[in-house]
Each structure stands twice: as structure tokens, then as C-alpha cells.
């Protein structure tokens, strides 16, 4: 957001596949701020080989059973968005508003990322929909989305950003679902490495009860997941 934490910027030129997953590799991810534009953080990813779900994993979707995934897993959509629509801006804007403050995301930056090929880094939109009601045993086609991640993805990595949902509607922990979701998305389509965006913030311990993580502390990625949290713990002493 307005504070996140940067130890470098660059803008990235090359698009091609290698390029991208190098700076990923690097601590660099894909900003809002423009076409190109890259900021080295304390990045956060799930190396996929490694990752099987926890209990505590199956817990929080138990609690969100009533989102329509298939396998468990978000629709899938691309970015340039077709179906854009003015709700879904004012959606994503109450809802970093209602996080972190006025001012933080605004309906015209949505539809900036979901629409602008041009001006946008991001090319997947991940969809979580309620099931459609049944009656007589069918499905009733009234199903409709209550949450949404933008992302950037490749064949080999998926950088789950910019997430979004109904606060009003939304199961408690809506947010963390959506993620875990995100995960066997990647799971299920092959990917190398998932990214979860920024160790910056305490509340950010939520995102450290996945298996196979690494985060990036400036020069190499690290697994020792209690380091991360004195580093979380100090960020607010």
C-alpha cells in the first residue's frame, strides 16, 4: 500500500518469460505504479513441490464451503478483463478503504490493472463465485462472484495480488481462503513457485502457515519461518 516496503526499483523492459522470473527470483515483483515497474521487497513464495495442505489449511476452507471452486480452485480469467464493469472498481475500492485507509486503491486503478494492457502488469484474474442455489436437486444458475485476485502468471510462476472481496457477504476468512485456493491453483496447473506479495507488516504473520515457504531477506531466500516472525514482531516494538 502507501508504505510498502522497497528496497529497490527498477522497470523491466523484456517481458519474455526468463526475464520476469529472474527478477522474481531476485526479490523483485510486478507494482501497480506502471508498465514495467518492479520493487525489490521481503517477497513471500510457496515452493509448489513442497507444499501439501495443513489441517489448519483445510480448517479455514471448511469455512468457505459455500464459495463455488470445482477442485478448490478460483476461475480462472484473463486480463485485458472483457467483462469489466464499473461495480467491480467501487468493489475493490471499499474494500482497501475498509483495510487500510482512504486513498489506498482507487475504482480507476482497478479498471487501470483489469482493463489497459498498456499501463497494466497483470494478465489472470482469479474469481471466487457462491454456488448457485439448488432446487429439486438442480442448480439454479444464480451464482455470482464474491471475491477476486488480480495476478500476474507465466507457465511457471503465479504472483497472487490485489486480492478483493464483498465484506458484506464474505464468509470469515474469506481472505486467507481465497490464498489457500490461489496455492492449489497453482498446485494443480503445474507451477514452479507461487508468490504471496510482502513480509512487511505484523499482521502479515497470517501468511506463514503454509509448507514450502521462502522469503526473501535482501540477498537469498530463507526457510527459517521463526526469523520472519521476530523480524514481523519487531516492525511494530
Known amino acids: ?3 510498502y516496503l522497497n528496497w529497490s526499483e527498477k522497470i523491466l523492459n523484456d517481458p519474455s518469460t526468463e526475464a520476469v522470473e529472474k527478477a ?3 526479490g523483485f515483483v510486478f507494482t501497480r505504479i506502471g508498465k514495467g515497474v518492479m520493487q525489490q521487497t521481503r517477497s513471500l513464495r510457496i515452493n509448489i513441490d513442497r507444499f501439501v495442505l495443513t489441517s489448519e489449511n483445510r480448517r479455514i476452507l471448511k469455512k468457505v464451503e459455500d464459495i463455488k471452486t470445482g477442485t478448490m ?5 484473463s486480463i485485458p478483463y472483457k467483462d ?3 461495480k467491480m472498481g467501487k468493489l475493490a475500492k471499499d474494500f482497501y478503504e475498509a483495510k487500510f485507509g482512504s486513498g489506498i486503491m482507487s475504482a480507476q486503478k482497478i479498471k487501470e490493472m483489469l482493463t489497459n494492457a498498456e499501463k497494466s502488469n497483470f494478465n489472470l484474474l482469479l474469481t471466487y463465485l457462491t454456488k448457485p442455489r439448488k432446487c429439486d436437486g438442480k442448480d439454479l444458475s444464480d451464482s455470482s462472484a464474491l471475491g477476486f485476485a488480480i ?9 497472487y495480488s490485489y486480492p478483493f472481496y464483498d465484506l458484506t457477504k464474505a464468509p470469515k476468512d474469506m481472505g ?3 490464498m489457500i485456493m490461489a496455492v492449489q491453483y497453482a498446485k494443480e496447473n503445474g507451477l514452479k513457485y507461487i508468490y504471496l506479495g510482502s513480509l512487511q507488516r505484523s499482521s502479515d504473520t497470517y501468511k506463514l502457515q503454509f509448507k514450502g515457504l521462502e522469503w526473501f531477506n535482501g540477498k537469498a531466500w530463507q526457510t527459517d519461518l521463526e526469523e520472519a516472525k521476530k523480524i514481523l514482531k519487531s516492525v511494530n516494538e
Open 84 to 86: 469489466y464493469n464499473f
Open 176 to 178: 486467507l481462503a481465497m
Open 73 to 77: 480452485t478460483p476461475k480462472a480469467l
Open 151 to 159: 495476478c500476474y502468471s507465466n507457465a511457471n510462476i503465479l504472483h
Open 1 to 3: 500500500m502507501a508504505d
Open 24 to 26: 522474481y527470483d531476485e
